[in-house]
Structures are given as structure tokens and as C-alpha cells.
């Protein structure tokens, strides 16, 4: 091969490195302009909690029992947060890096998912810290244990780190569920899926919604419900998007059919 041939090569990977590079710039700036407000930050995702231990009327607290658990929690907390608002600059930095190479078509194909898919996680989010966690603290707490003469007290001390692990876990958890019609429609596209396939497999879809709730949730039921059933609501959007795309892309195929039947007369006359 020719050093005129490589060129094109060299330069797709030297586009790739500065896109990372880039990328990886974002994110360590917001990691520092959230590691300077970390308690902030901290202070909200305790929130869901705070509110419900105010109801018991004590004086509660969380705790941390290694002398580096709180800094290391705190770092956590700034680089989780910069890479959940530093995520539209990195698609961006994608989108440019893989939008020359792709025809109008196939640009006007990829934009939409790529602007609904932070949304969706977002709104994944968004559910699970306003509606999962208040419900979900309160069962938790639900059973602490006044002591007796018999017993001694059973009373809840949160640490901070595995407050944290358990947070952005159910966070992520949700939002990577919200993808769930961007993955579909994308493989109905790619022609991998069609909406009588998905609707025939409504039932095993039902039963692994409740499985992997319960995998990636904690053991209780309600965040393993309130998991699986925006799952399962997920996934009918998601038949009903494949559709669209179905027939837009029948309405496209049957247009391209009469623009080669009509080359054809052409050429015949």
C-alpha cells in the first residue's frame, strides 16, 4: 500500500485522538468545578433520604468508618456528576468525528437518537430519585426496632460510601433501562428486529424485565417494581416506534421502486 493510501487512515486516527483527548479534557474540568461544590452535590443525592429520616422526628446522621472513605466518596460523587453533564459534549465530539463519513440520509437517521438518548436517561433518572427512593428509604427503614427489656435497638447509620454505590447505581440502572427504544428502533433500522417480532415476545419480555430488576435493584420490591414496569411500558414505545420506522422506511423502499421503474422507461424510449 502506498504512503498516499495511508494518509486517509492517519488522519481518521489522528481525528479520533483529539476527539478523545477532548472528550477526556471535559470531563477532568467538570471534575474540578464539582469537586469544589462536592458537598453540594452530595447534599442533594442524600435528599430522598434526609427527608425521610426527618419524619422519624430524631436527630439522625450518616457515618463513614475508614479514615478515606469520605474523600473517596466525594471524588466519586464530582466524576460521576461531570461524566453525567459532561455526556452531551462527548456525543457531540462523536457526532462530529462519524458525520463526515455518513451520507444526509444516514445523518438525518443517527441525530434524533442521539439528542432523545440523554433525555431518556435524564428522565430515568429523574424517576428514580423522586419517586423510587422516597418509597424505597421508607421500606428500608421501615424495619428499625425500638429496643426492650429483651432486645436491644435496631437503628439505621447509613455509611457514606455505600449510600453513594447504591445511589448511582440505581440512577444508572434506570437510565440505561430508558435507552430500551433507542437499542430497538436502531436494530429496526438495521433490519435485526421488526414490531411483530417484539410483539410476539411481549411475555418473555415481561418475565426478563422482573428478572433483571431484580438482578440490578436492591432485594426489595418496590425498586424492583418500579424498575420493571417502566421497563415493560418501555417496551411497548418501543413496538410502536419500530412501527413507524417500519412503515416509513416500506414508504421510502416503495418510492426508490418507482424512481428505478421510471429510470427504466427512460432508458427503453
Do not use: C
Not at 453540594?40 to 430522598?48: C, D, M, R, T
Not at 433518572?125 to 436491644?152: C, D, H, N, R
Amino acid at each position: 500500500m502506498s504512503e498516499k493510501n495511508k494518509m486517509p487512515l492517519l488522519e481518521h486516527i489522528k481525528e479520533l485522538r483529539d476527539r478523545l483527548i477532548k472528550s477526556v479534557v471535559a470531563i477532568l474540568i467538570l471534575f474540578f468545578v464539582f469537586f469544589s461544590v462536592k458537598e453540594h452535590i452530595y447534599g442533594f443525592l442524600v435528599q430522598p433520604l434526609a427527608n425521610v429520616l426527618v419524619e422519624s422526628g430524631e436527630n439522625r446522621r450518616m457515618i463513614f468508618t475508614a479514615l478515606h472513605e469520605a474523600f473517596f466518596t466525594y471524588i466519586k460523587v464530582s466524576f460521576w456528576t461531570a461524566l453525567f453533564v459532561g455526556f452531551p459534549f462527548v456525543a457531540l465530539q462523536f457526532w462530529r468525528f462519524v458525520a463526515p463519513g455518513l451520507y444526509l440520509k444516514e445523518k438525518r437517521a443517527l441525530l434524533p437518537y442521539l439528542v432523545i438518548s440523554p433525555i431518556l436517561f435524564f428522565l430515568g433518572g429523574a424517576l428514580v430519585y423522586y419517586f423510587i427512593f422516597p418509597l424505597a428509604w421508607k421500606f428500608f427503614i421501615s424495619f428499625e426496632a425500638q429496643g426492650t427489656a429483651s432486645s436491644l435497638a435496631v437503628q439505621l447509620e447509613p455509611k457514606v460510601n455505600e449510600y453513594l454505590s447504591l445511589v448511582m447505581r440505581l440512577i444508572f440502572a434506570f437510565g440505561l433501562s430508558f435507552q430500551l427504544p433507542v437499542v430497538l428502533t436502531l436494530l429496526a433500522r438495521a433490519g435485526l428486529t421488526s414490531s411483530k417480532g417484539l410483539a410476539r415476545k411481549r411475555k418473555y419480555a415481561i418475565v426478563f424485565s422482573f428478572i433483571g430488576a431484580a438482578i440490578i435493584t436492591p432485594p426489595d420490591v418496590i425498586s424492583q417494581v418500579g424498575l420493571a414496569i417502566p421497563i415493560i411500558i418501555l417496551y411497548e414505545i418501543s413496538i410502536f416506534a419500530v412501527r413507524i420506522v417500519e412503515k416509513k422506511r416500506q414508504k421510502e423502499d416503495a418510492t426508490a421502486e418507482e424512481e428505478l421503474s421510471n429510470d427504466k422507461d427512460l432508458h427503453t424510449t
